[in-house]
């Protein structure tokens, strides 16, 4: 055994977990407050569920193999073919639009770098059955709501906004024929980073056309317009700016879409999305038109961290309860007692000495020592405040059911210690 | 694309979803009241941390296969593997004793069946660095409390408690020599349902002290003694017995045993757990001692829905905007706003009628119509409880920045529909 987890892979450790929650419990009161219902599906589908979006080349991105039942399976890579298979099974149950969320856990076999891992938690909200570009806008303001409720702001991120749209038409317009929209839109797809030059010269002669179009900040189309609107009244104007450079290099998407980068530009997109109306049906579902985005936890955690902003949800005990050997049965009574009237308790649980005991509470970060010690025998209890130090009494009874109670309850012990 | 996922796994739509979480929610709270941490591993390990553990014949029941860079990894079956690694790498940096707890999502590859799936998720504490059997008592007082937060108690429940560290005494007592005891705790952990007779003719001299044991519902071992007083003490007598048939099939139980099953004994067993003593220096770390359950959340379901017990954890928006086409900017502004301070806040985003969109307020399951009409113009604003259909009007106010203020807020509106 290495003490290692696969390249690619993480381990949360209980410091590690507590800073993951912090994003989930924003991810989820954003979705929360917007509306949105959490659903999940499996982690692993058939191979065909991928292959059927987005080509054969998938699958060399893919943790997949034959199960044992030969059948071709695969590690979700992303979530959205999940969403249509599950919307297609039942979207009769559901009134339009279905606005749904869920904080899944992909898999990608990509060569690990900084913000890329080959296992990830993605927040993904979607809405379904609704092809107006207000729904968009919905997914923008979620979005960034989220952002705002880990610190962030439109000092430090900016939603870069686009309309796959719009380029159909641009380029209808400029005479390319179809089938050679999408090599265009792999061009536009690279081109962040890439010289001048070299972009003007795969352009050829749609370098010039494309270069005015690309030097524009603002609405070009009308469903940007909506989006800009509508996202500007929901209070997140200052966050997004009109930016046709970003295509979102998949084939399938048909609308509005849009990137979340951080302002410096130095790190990967912290989030995408945009609409694909016609996936549900190439998929064998229904038509019904569809726009989401989805967030990865590790770019956005190094933005945070870059920040300060990452915060850990943790969730020390609030009371250690500490006990004389021939007390044990009563501090066991007494952290019972507290835990189902809903108090985070802990104690030690081997025979440890008075002082190894005081130790271990402050180890654990809890806020209260309870002593329970000679004075138990004329009812009484200490409380500590560890970081004070500070030091009170309180009373005990037990009622004829064995229920213990405290006199004052754990409310009032700041009281106790200050007296 | 079939609509449905692969046999043994389950697609959670939003109303499975929420009553998933009604048990996730339970098994955190008892956590954090027990004092227990959150981490989590990776889902995918090298195929050598399971058979290591469990031998070759492990590899029968996993999801594996061979990674594009060659690797034999497998989908986890189990969280302990992974728990053992982790604390290997890093147990320096915690106070002993440590005590984990995670839901992992885990994978086998078995004949799907009532109860059991390919897929489920698993409620694990662990409690490593504390030999004691105060640390088997506090994990089996830590499950009794998520249970009791499910509404059950007792009456639905037992805690079957053994000690595989009796046994093996007993078995040597017995001159039962050390490679064929793990052939007679098979036979006793296959005796459930089997027929005496047959059982007795197995053990053969074996059968007449062991059934002795078993018509034991008393403690037979210092183990057992220990586990018997402190879970009392914390409250849960009478949610436990000793039960010796309880050996935990699995070979690296080294002390106290236990599974918690229905009363009634109609379902499989809904959790189960035990010490490993030797279990993490077997797994190339260090020689300490650890004990812990796991919980799934399928038998439990299955119990909780019989019982009718099953919670859903739902969280419909508090408020729906119902806006008049005029008065569509104002209604995201007011959306915004509120979003923003902290109420749940639903509105269609497409363009639907007045009295469409009251369907669909309805539809969400939301408390308040929030009416967004003519009355507008003079800062009124109409407030709707849906459940009865009361109605009052509100005053709205635009500050210099953008922030719409509600005169009363959302705490109040029951009074304003009331009079």
Redesign the interface.
């Known amino acids: ?7 690619g ?6 410091e ?3 800073t ?2 912090s994003l989930f419990s924003a991810w989820r009161e954003a979705s ?4 949105f ?10 191979l ?2 991928y292959t ?1 979006k987005s080509g054969e080349e998938i699958i060399g991105q893919l ?1 997949h ?5 030969d ?1 071709e ?1 695969a ?1 979700r890579p992303e979530l959205t073919p ?1 969403l ?3 919307v ?3 979207h009769r ?1 559901y ?1 339009k ?1 279905i ?2 969320f869920s904080i899944p ?1 992909l ?1 990608r ?1 990509e060569r690990p770098q900084r913000g890329r891992h ?2 990830h938690y993605q927040w993904n909200c979607d ?1 379904v059955g ?1 092809k ?1 570009a ?2 968009d ?2 997914l923008i ?1 979620t979005l960034c ?1 989220g952002l ?1 409720l880990l610190g962030l702001g439109p000092k430090d991120v900016v939603v870069k906004v686009s309309d796959r749209g719009w380029w159909d038409l641009f380029l209808a317009d400029q005479g390319v024929k179809e089938e050679k929209r999408a090599e265009v839109l792999r061009i536009l797809d690279k081109l962040e980073g890439a010289p001048t030059e070299e972009w003007k010269k795969k352009l050829g002669a749609l370098a010039e056309p494309i270069g005015n179009a690309l030097d524009s900040k603002i609405a070009l189309s009308e469903g940007l317009e909506q989006v800009r ?2 996202v500007g ?4 104007a200052d966050w997004c700016e009109v930016d046709l450079r970003i295509v979102r290099g998949l084939a399938y998407y048909t609308g509005i879409v849009f990137e979340v980068h951080d302002r410096a530009g130095k790190l990967r997109a912290v989030a995408g999305g945009g609409r694909y109306d016609h996936l549900l049906k190439k ?3 229904e038509d019904l038109p569809a726009t989401g985005f989805g967030m990865g936890d590790a770019v956005l955690s190094e933005l945070l961290t870059e920040k300060k902003f990452l915060r850990a949800e943790s ?1 020390p ?1 609030a009371i250690f309860v500490v006990a004389e050997s021939a007390e044990r ?2 501090a ?2 007494i ?3 507290l ?2 009237n ?10 440890g000495k008075w002082v190894k005991q005081l ?2 509470a402050e ?2 970060g809890a806020r209260w020592a309870l002593l329970v010690g000679r004075e138990a025998a004329q009812g009484k209890l200490l409380v500590k405040e560890l970081a004070t130090r500070k030091q009170g009494e309180i009373a005990f009874r037990k009622s004829a059911d ?1 229920a213990i109670s405290l006199e004052p309850g754990v409310g009032d012990w700041a009281k106790v210690v200050a007296s």
Not at 1 to 7: A, E, I, R, V
Not at 32 to 35: F, N, T, V
Not at 65 to 69: A, I, M, P, Q, V
Request: charged share 30%; aromatic share 10%.
């Open positions: 055994m290495t003490g290692q987890p696969l390249p892979f993480r381990d949360f450790f209980p590690d977990h507590s993951l929650r929360r407050r917007s509306g219902v959490e659903f999940e599906g499996p982690e692993l589908e058939a065909e569920l059927e943790y193999f034959k199960d044992k039942g059948r399976v590690l999940t249509a298979r599950m297609a099974a039942r149950n009134r639009p606005k749904w856990r898999f076999y080959r296992e809405i609704e107006g207000a729904a806008a919905e303001a709501l705002s609107q509508a009244a929901l209070g997140y998929l064998g579902g969730t005990p049965n009563l066991l009574q952290a019972g007692n835990r189902r809903g108090e985070a308790v802990d104690y030690d649980p081997g025979s130790e271990l180890a654990r064995g």
